[in-house]
């Protein structure tokens, strides 16, 4: 995923930054591609990872899977890629990663309820569900 959306994002920047002309365009584009989308993948494989890890060892050690597993694994993968820059930077990166994860799974959640609303069936009897005809 980090490697076709950095592919896609670094041509678009590419083609925007060359020189006027197309073949001058296209050829920023590409060559934008071929140096930063495998950084920008390998960036995206180590979050995935640490985040896999640290939402694994959540659940492991709580014993059930819920929400707050995954917003605290955004939250503790923010911080522990940015310890290199410091407690402050850590502290930004985690409340970051925390808020970011929360937005995810609230929507998920929000989405979750809707589709389950919209596929019941209603009861032919009414509201009663004890209810059982004669």
Do not use: H
Request: aromatic fraction near 8%.
């Amino acid at each position: 995923m980090g490697l076709i959306g950095g592919g896609v994002f670094q041509a678009i920047k590419g083609f925007r930054n060359a020189p006027v002309g197309i073949n001058y365009r296209l050829r920023g584009s590409m060559n934008a591609v071929r140096i930063r989308a495998p950084q920008i993948g390998g960036s995206f494989a180590v979050w995935g990872g640490l985040f896999s890890t640290i939402d694994c060892g959540l659940v492991r050690i709580r014993g059930k899977e819920d929400p707050w597993n995954s917003i605290t694994s955004g939250a503790l993968t923010g911080a522990v890629l940015a310890s290199r820059s410091g407690p402050l930077a850590m502290a930004g990166s985690a409340l970051m990663g925390g808020v970011l994860l929360a937005l995810i799974e609230g929507v998920g959640i929000l989405l979750t309820r809707y589709t389950a609303q919209q596929f019941q069936n209603p009861s032919p009897f009414g509201e009663d569900p004890s209810y059982v005809p004669q």
